[in-house]
């Protein structure tokens, strides 16, 4: 028989996971640290590892699939390659919508007229040969480009022009906003598409090194990704679209958190190393946003979980705010644990700490390092410097000349080219005898230091490492609850349009929580119970059920549901095109082949209904389905004039779905 490996891609631990799908059984499981240098060898040693635990030969493997949390860190940090958006036909207003304008950054925009009506009409045409001139400087330094084109859901043939031209002068990877969304909201199509550009060359090496670990052992099986909605589609496809696998490893865990527990209804936490992601489970079901994936500050155009995701997590950064109280606060950007990085560099980072501690002064960046992760070219001046004084896991004052290195050193951690370490959530859990997987030692002298610190008033933040780390996660606590509490307010429709973030902080939310009790008494709590998912969710959540009055649920195998969830789910391909009337009697069909005129509305839905349904059983097919089955909806928009019918617009939606292939397993005494 064939058996199913599942591997999750983390931030901090790549997870794996052997299944018997027959027996509905976990029959080996394993976790390492992610490699961001070299992700194979994360892969590599937990895979390994997890087919040790099981007795499974390599050969038995008949599917593999992959969830990942590296997309949406990276959104959630503001990382990624740089990129050009190539706008066509919006205006200077457009590109401020939908945070597009925060999204871009310093990164260029190439702004060209052209571009098509609602109707699918040229509104103007398209130079060519002005784009390939404004992005021939820019070309070198660039890891893609995004174009959008307004209406390129009703007429792409300007995003296809584009993307023809600048793949035959530069070879660069292209992204179109109209084949990420049908929808009609262009600078939220063109932020899709911008974000989808950014993440090609990070899911391109995450695949790369999965595959090439699994050939070196031997497996020969479908590599299956899971998508942010929670589907499957090969690994192929996703290379194309990296954009969806946003909320990946959320969305895989969903599925795992069913398929562990059985539960219909709960709200699911999933903590790691740099996020928190929380979706409501209903019915059994996860909900799909309608409004597409939020990640951070980011509204896509991604169909993906109802999921609301925070920076928080393990590998949190700790911030300590200014005022008078010395408050804390948690993420969003994650660094790699004191503790962890004295594990693979111990005499390096303990003559920095203890170098620190030897004085009553604490300096601003004492207790922090810097690592390099990878080599890039065409840098700005004073971030090519730096970049080459960073030769190897250092401390950060070491590297720092001037003040102004330190925006260069902020650029660096946001490319990705560099991470920085320093006191964490997890350095306090070592801190707390709450785990003893690394340098607990070095936890503590981190922690020292940070204690160290002075408040507005001059007094130290805490009485020694033990009360800082106290400090530490009371406050992944306070925000954790504070997670929960939004995600619920959210998720009830008693209080819909109410802004669920100000809901969870209010005055009456925080005394309830307590469970006040004076003039007033106030109580609140959630009404479902919680699934805590994550290889540390044992360590963080389990004082929080009676916090929140509900309870608290921690399956077996809670620190790999992702990697179960990335197996246990199906292939689905959804595509969806619309009908219009520009003028009475005619009906035109807005196609990716191109725009069909047809004499009426229903001539118009079949059309669209046979093309969506062959080219979504195609995609299907080649995403990895075994066998498909195709579900149609249409979505009619009419108005009554004078007591009959009028056609305004329909959407027909097609999805095509089935269970991945599964490769006959091979006889391990036999298999070359």
Known sequence: MAYLLGVDTGGTYTDAVILDPDAAQVLGKAKALTTRSDLSQGIGAAVDAALAAAGIAAARIGMV???????????????????????IGFDEADLTRAGLAEAMGNDPVIRLPGGHDHAGGEAAPLDLAALTAALAPLAPGL???????????????????????????????????????????????????VLNARLIGMIDRLVSACERHLAAIGIDAPLMVVRGDGALISAALVRERPIETILSGPAASIVGARWLTGARDALVSDIGGTTTDIALLKDGLPEIDPDGARVGAHRTMVEAVAMRTWGLGGDSELHVLPGLEGALRLGPRRMIPVALLAQEHPEMVHAALDRALSSDMVGEHDGRFVIPMMHAEGLPARDAALMARITHAMPVAQVLKTRLDLAALDRLVASGLVMLSGATPSDAAHVQGLANTWDAEAARKALTLIARRRDGRGVRLADGPAAMAARVVAQLHDQTVDCLMEAAFAEDPAFAGQPPEALARHLLTLRGLAAHRGTVRAEIGLNVPVIGLGASAPTWYAPLGARLGTDMILPDHAGVANAIGAVVGQVSQRLSAAVTTPAEGRFVAHLAAGNQGFASADAALDAVEAALSAEARARALAAGAAEVALSVDRDLRETEVEGRRVFIEATVTVTASGRPRIAHARDPETAV
């Open 65 to 87: 699939s992959l969830s990942t949390t590296l997309a949406t860190n990276a959104l959630v940090e503001g990382q990624g390659g740089r990129v050009a958006l190539v706008s």
């Open 143 to 193: 890891r893609g480009v995004a174009v959008a084109a307004r209406f390129a859901t009703r007429n792409p043939a300007h995003e296809q022009a584009a993307r023809a031209a600048i793949r035959a002068a530069f070879g660069l990877p292209v992204t179109c906003s109209h084949e990420l969304s049908a929808g009609l909201n262009g600078p939220r199509r063109a932020l899709t598409a």
